[in-house]
């Protein structure tokens, strides 16, 4: 795997461009606003909100084997605006991750991030909680945890990168000890990002092709690490198994 990284400005892409670019992250918010969707019409149809009475974290639930709330929290929401700040904050994450990453290490990242952020929620938070903010601080913890191992590639740009990323964790992770926010479940998909930047995250080369332009070679590509990655999620299970039955 190969990125392509400018370091002088030229045209903003379009919507439709950036998606091409990025079709897991587009996909992911389509999907996220599809069970949205599903939310308001079956408050409308039936009186109440089906999705998020079967999709939220809910430890009672989730300690008596409904394991799959472990996930689902992430495309649920509480209301429109709440949607709406995890969407901009995937939409503006996201590409970056998937750019770097590739699609399947992307998908890796998101899904853990958000049952990481679910583990540490049920452990320490008996509310029930809804929304994507743990697997998009996820994003967050990984694209961090690469730009602090590709430091020295990307220089004064990369370090720069790593510090907005760094106050925007913290900014955001003191907003989440206003009442009503998960700040657990933010941690937790937090921490999990990170691991995964330094267990299954790219290991880039530059190459400088022009003044403008710096070539990065991925000499750890998802095609040479994929049984590390199956190891991962196997962990995963088991770490998800063990804090389960010892709570």
């Known amino acids: 795997m190969t990125a392509d990284v400018e370091m002088l400005p030229r045209r903003a892409p379009t919507l439709i461009?950036?998606?091409?670019?990025?079709?897991?992250?587009?996909?992911?918010?389509?999907?996220?606003?599809?069970?949205?969707?599903?939310?308001?019409?079956?408050?409308?149809?039936?009186g109440y909100d089906l999705v998020a009475s079967l999709g939220a974290k809910s430890n009672f639930d989730i300690l008596n084997g409904q394991y799959?709330?472990?996930?689902?929290?992430?495309?649920?929401?509480?209301?429109a605006y709440h949607l709406l700040i995890n969407m901009y904050s995937l939409y503006a994450i996201g590409p970056a991750v998937e750019q770097f990453y590739g699609?399947?290490?992307?998908?890796?990242?998101?899904?853990?991030?958000?049952?990481t952020g679910s583990l540490l929620s049920v452990a320490f938070s008996p509310?029930?909680?809804?929304?994507?903010?743990?697997?998009?601080?996820?994003?967050?913890?990984?694209?961090?945890?690469?730009?602090?191992?590709h430091r020295n590639a990307f220089g004064n740009f990369g370090r720069l990168q790593l510090r907005q990323i760094v106050m925007v964790a913290l900014i955001n992770l003191a907003i989440g000890f206003m009442p009503g926010i998960d700040n657990w479940g933010h941690l937790g998909g937090l921490l999990g990002g990170i691991a995964l930047a330094y267990v299954l995250g790219p290991r880039y080369t530059p190459v400088?092709?022009?003044?403008?332009?710096?070539?990065?070679?991925?000499?750890?590509?998802?095609?040479?690490?994929?049984?590390?990655?199956?190891?991962?999620?196997?962990a995963l299970i088991i770490l998800t198994a063990i804090?389960?039955?010892?709570?």
């Open 243 to 247: 804090i389960l039955t010892t709570i």
């Open 17 to 46: 461009e950036r998606a091409r670019r990025s079709p897991v992250t587009f996909s992911l918010i389509a999907l996220t606003i599809l069970f949205y969707g599903g939310q308001v019409l079956s408050d409308a149809l039936l």
């Open 68 to 79: 799959w709330r472990l996930i689902t929290p992430i495309f649920v929401h509480g209301g």
């Open 208 to 234: 400088q092709l022009a003044p403008d332009r710096l070539h990065l070679l991925d000499v750890r590509p998802f095609k040479r690490i994929w049984p590390i990655a199956i190891t991962v999620l196997g």
């Open 103 to 115: 699609r399947e290490r992307m998908l890796i990242v998101y899904f853990s991030s958000a049952v």
């Open 127 to 149: 509310a029930r909680s809804v929304g994507a903010s743990g697997a998009i601080f996820g994003l967050l913890g990984a694209l961090g945890g690469f730009l602090y191992l």
